[in-house]
């Protein structure tokens, strides 16, 4: 039976909503811990909260909402490239139109070029596609059945999944407040000599968003991300700090200028390795698994005798080539605009000519492997990171050879500037194929029309497109990035993808990288893939993932050991959740992590008000209420408080799940 609403108005508009919160929650927390988090299902269980009151409402309606939702927060991860202008000095706020349109440009080509792949990876395909997977069971169980002629019948919301959100929510949100009013500590740090000249030390952050990361990915890349700390400050900070001559700085400002100008590229070479081991991983089975799903689909096309299904109607091939076309015009009014704002006009049509080709035949090439990748590992796993680092090395290569004998060496940061650029639409793209079956999976399994899953995701990036903007320029006017200039390293965001990628486009171009940091870290990332292979073929479940080791080094420690914590905790609590019985211990873990959803989206979203609040006073602290003096005082309460309200909030999860 054909469902009584699906595209609805009243649908769009609360994955919009949702849309603003998540995306703004996303962009922050991937600046800050390197990690995006997916989107799908706590939109889904806030969409069947919402829309349980109305009339007529179907699961295709609550899958709209989440696909609308999906789409834009997986958007977010356009801040893994964009950032990178600010870092070279280029730009020194976010232009919105100019953001905007990178975002659309490459998030709608993204959706366009995997319309034409559903088939063959969707429907005819026996990829797992687990997320999608897992967010179609959250839509089953939050729908009964109350009419036997109709499968899903009317809406009955798990109303407790709603208020793990809102609960996580509120409690990380008041911590950070109170955290900015200095009563309670961010923090908790300790620097200290090793022998007569080396220092080393760790900065925990008391973060309850960090923690629920630290949660959610789990206890091995929680572990990876553990030892590559131990890497970066148990050797790496000792080692390089007893090279220099700062005897003048105190422990703390040598060991956090070694880790800025030393040990960060070390962490830089170890993800660039992982990350490409990832893909290299992927090339057999992404070649395999398109020649023989598409082949699958010629032969189940030929048998087709009647009309298909409304379960099989996609956007028209003919309207998905016109929009095409048609984004290639304000793709290439950017390009115009950008080549003229960085003084390279002189080779306007040629740069013009090769980047769209450039970027039309890329984004294809990379919306068909994060598609697959996607189906085969989930769209949180893959390795998105190392698509952007090839698409920017590759196009920095191409304007090396084309243009850069044209250019003396103080000119070619243009040249830098222009890679990046190319590189963030490309990348908008990835991320939007990466996310796109993932959501047409989760719509073939609840009886959705993929046409319109198609049509809201498109609505779905226009509305990330929207909200990024402002939110960069927020955080960028109230934190800063690392390494940008001017920047605060105290309070500036780590954005440690942009960092690397803008890394490499200079070092490409600029041949400014320091190869023997970036060398050494490759090795360490290869020793890391190594032993991570070896676990594989070893053991059943111990794994070292070679990019947590990598991120291990590369964030700061005020980053990485909360998030190991978190990973620690949680894999006790799920460990305790699995010794009752298996439906218990379903509900149980899935409510976790919802709250671990919300935890990070509270705290994430306060700091987005905090940021402005900093960048419209221009006080650092506009909350603060207590002195420096209070500081003892201030680390006793944060950590106790930190503490009984975990405490708190897993046994309140044991109770209701």
Same mark, same amino acid.
């Given at each position: 039976?054909?469902?009584?609403?699906?595209?609805?108005?009243?649908?769009?508009?609360?994955?919009?909503?949702?849309?603003?919160?998540?995306?703004?929650?996303?962009?922050?927390? &991937?600046?800050?811990?390197?990690?995006?988090?997916?989107?799908?299902?706590?939109?889904?269980?806030?969409?069947?909260?919402?829309?349980?009151?109305?009339?007529?409402?179907?699961?295709?309606?609550?899958?709209?909402?989440?696909?609308?939702?999906?789409?834009?927060?997986?958007? =977010?991860?356009?801040?893994?490239?964009?950032? &990178?202008? @600010?870092?070279?000095?280029?730009?020194?706020?976010?232009?919105?139109?100019?953001?905007?349109?990178?975002?659309?440009?490459?998030?709608?080509?993204?959706?366009?070029?995997?319309?034409?792949?559903?088939?063959?990876?969707?429907?005819?395909?026996?990829?797992?596609?687990?997320?999608?997977?897992?967010?179609?069971?959250?839509?089953?169980?939050?729908?009964?059945?109350?009419?036997?002629?109709?499968?899903?019948?009317?809406?009955?919301?798990?109303?407790?999944?709603?208020?793990?959100? @809102?609960?996580?929510?509120?409690?990380?949100?008041?911590?950070?407040?109170?955290?900015?009013?200095?009563?309670?500590?961010?923090?908790?740090?300790?620097?200290?000599?090793?022998?007569?000249?080396?220092?080393?030390?760790?900065?925990?952050?008391?973060?309850?968003?960090?923690?629920?990361?630290?949660?959610?990915?789990?206890?091995?890349?929680?572990?990876?991300?553990?030892?590559?700390?131990?890497?970066?400050? %148990?050797?790496?900070?000792?080692?390089?700090?007893?090279?220099?001559?700062?005897?003048?700085?105190?422990?703390?400002?040598?060991?956090?200028?070694?880790?800025?100008?030393?040990?960060?590229?070390?962490?830089?070479?170890?993800?660039?390795?992982?990350?490409?081991?990832?893909?290299?991983?992927?090339?057999?089975?992404?070649?395999? %698994?398109?020649?023989?799903?598409?082949?699958?689909?010629?032969?189940?096309?030929?048998?087709?005798?009647?009309?298909?299904?409304?379960?099989?109607?996609?956007?028209?091939?003919?309207?998905?080539?016109?929009?095409?076309?048609?984004?290639?015009?304000?793709?290439?009014?950017?390009?115009?605009?950008?080549?003229?704002?960085?003084?390279?006009?002189?080779?306007?049509?040629?740069?013009?000519?090769?980047?769209?080709?450039?970027?039309?035949? @890329?984004?294809?090439?990379?919306?068909?492997?994060?598609?697959?990748?996607?189906?085969?590992?989930?769209?949180?796993?893959?390795?998105?990171?190392?698509?952007?680092?090839?698409?920017?090395?590759?196009?920095?290569?191409?304007?090396?050879?084309?243009?850069?004998?044209?250019?003396?060496?103080?000119?070619?940061?243009?040249?830098?500037?222009?890679?990046?650029?190319?590189?963030?639409?490309?990348?908008?793209?990835?991320?939007?194929?990466?996310?796109?079956?993932?959501?047409?999976?989760?719509?073939?399994?609840?009886?959705?029309?993929?046409?319109?899953?198609?049509?809201?995701?498109?609505?779905?990036?226009?509305?990330?497109?929207?909200?990024?903007?402002?939110?960069?320029?927020?955080?960028?006017?109230?934190?800063?990035?690392?390494?940008?200039?001017?920047?605060?390293?105290?309070?500036?965001?780590?954005?440690?993808?942009? &960092?690397?990628?803008?890394?490499?486009?200079?070092?490409?171009?600029?041949?400014?990288?320091?190869?023997?940091?970036?060398?050494?870290?490759?090795?360490? &990332?290869?020793?890391?893939?190594?032993?991570?292979?070896?676990?594989?073929?070893?053991?059943?479940?111990?794994?070292?993932?070679?990019?947590?080791?990598?991120?291990? @080094?590369?964030?700061?420690?005020?980053?990485?050991?909360?998030?190991?914590?978190?990973?620690?905790?949680?894999?006790?609590?799920?460990?305790?959740?699995?010794?009752?019985?298996?439906?218990?211990?379903?509900?149980?873990?899935?409510?976790?992590?919802?709250?671990?959803?919300?935890?990070?989206?509270?705290?994430?979203?306060?700091?987005?008000?905090?940021?402005?609040?900093?960048?419209?006073?221009?006080?650092?602290?506009?909350?603060?209420?207590?002195?420096? =003096?209070?500081?003892?005082?201030?680390?006793?309460?944060? %950590?106790?408080?930190?503490?009984?309200?975990?405490?708190?909030?897993?046994?309140?999860?044991?109770?209701?799940?």
């Amino acid at each position: 039976m054909a469902p009584q609403s699906e595209f609805t108005l009243r649908g769009v508009a609360v994955g919009i909503v949702i849309t603003l919160i998540f995306t703004a929650a996303n962009i922050y927390f &991937g600046l800050k811990a390197g990690i995006t988090f997916a989107t799908s299902i706590p939109a889904a269980v806030i969409s069947m909260a919402l829309l349980h009151r109305f009339q007529r409402v179907t699961i295709q309606e609550n899958n709209i909402v989440q696909t609308v939702a999906s789409a834009a927060g997986t958007l =977010s991860a356009i801040i893994f490239v964009l950032p &990178g202008l @600010i870092m070279i000095g280029w730009w020194q706020g976010f232009p919105f139109w100019m953001t905007f349109g990178i975002c659309l440009t490459g998030g709608v080509l993204g959706v366009m070029y995997t319309i034409p792949l559903r088939r063959a990876l969707v429907t005819d395909s026996s990829l797992p596609y687990p997320e999608g997977v897992a967010c179609a069971e959250v839509l089953k169980v939050g729908t009964v059945t109350r009419q036997s002629g109709d499968v899903y019948g009317e809406q009955a919301v798990n109303r407790t999944g709603l208020r793990a959100v @809102i609960i996580g929510s509120a409690c990380s949100a008041l911590f950070a407040v109170i955290e900015a009013t200095r009563l309670f500590a961010a923090s908790i740090s300790y620097y200290f000599s090793v022998g007569t000249r080396s220092v080393t030390g760790f900065d925990f952050s008391l973060s309850l968003a960090l923690f629920a990361v630290g949660h959610l990915v789990g206890l091995w890349v929680g572990l990876a991300m553990l030892a590559g700390a131990l890497a970066g400050w %148990g050797w790496a900070v000792p080692h390089y700090s007893a090279l220099l001559d700062l005897a003048d700085n105190s422990a703390m400002q040598l060991a956090q200028t070694v880790w800025s100008e030393k040990v960060r590229f070390l962490g830089a070479g170890a993800i660039g390795v992982a990350a490409v081991w990832a893909l290299i991983k992927l090339v057999r089975p992404v070649i395999r %698994g398109l020649r023989d799903a598409w082949w699958a689909a010629r032969l189940r096309r030929t048998g087709y005798s009647a009309a298909l299904p409304r379960t099989e109607f996609d956007i028209p091939i003919s309207i998905v080539g016109l929009v095409v076309i048609v984004t290639l015009l304000p793709l290439i009014w950017l390009l115009i605009h950008f080549i003229h704002a960085i003084g390279l006009h002189a080779h306007v049509v040629p740069l013009v000519t090769g980047t769209t080709f450039f970027i039309v035949l @890329i984004t294809l090439l990379v919306a068909a492997v994060c598609g697959y990748m996607a189906g085969l590992i989930g769209s949180s796993n893959s390795p998105l990171s190392g698509v952007g680092i090839l698409v920017v090395v590759v196009a920095a290569l191409l304007l090396m050879f084309g243009l850069g004998h044209l250019y003396p060496a103080d000119e070619k940061r243009a040249l830098v500037a222009y890679a990046l650029f190319v590189t963030a639409i490309i990348f908008a793209g990835a991320t939007i194929a990466n996310d796109n079956l993932q959501d047409l999976k989760t719509g073939q399994l609840v009886g959705a029309t993929p046409w319109k899953q198609q049509v809201a995701l498109v609505i779905g990036v226009t509305a990330g497109a929207i909200i990024i903007p402002p939110v960069l320029d927020l955080l960028h006017a109230g934190y800063g990035f690392s390494g940008a200039p001017g920047a605060d390293p105290a309070r500036a965001l780590p954005a440690p993808q942009a &960092g690397l990628i803008a890394a490499l486009a200079q070092g490409v171009i600029e041949r400014a990288i320091d190869w023997h940091l970036l060398g050494a870290g490759a090795v360490i &990332g290869g020793v890391a893939v190594l032993i991570d292979e070896l676990l594989a073929r070893t053991s059943m479940h111990a794994r070292l993932p070679p990019l947590g080791v990598g991120l291990g @080094i590369y964030l700061p420690t005020a980053t990485t050991l909360m998030v190991v914590l978190g990973a620690l905790a949680g894999a006790a609590f799920n460990y305790h959740a699995e010794r009752q019985s298996a439906s218990q211990a379903e509900g149980v873990k899935r409510l976790s992590v919802l709250l671990a959803s919300g935890l990070i989206v509270g705290e994430s979203l306060l700091g987005v008000l905090l940021a402005a609040g900093i960048a419209f006073s221009g006080n650092d602290a506009p909350l603060a209420l207590v002195e420096g =003096s209070f500081a003892p005082f201030s680390l006793w309460l944060g %950590g106790g408080a930190f503490l009984l309200l975990l405490i708190a909030l897993y046994r309140w999860v044991t109770r209701n799940g």
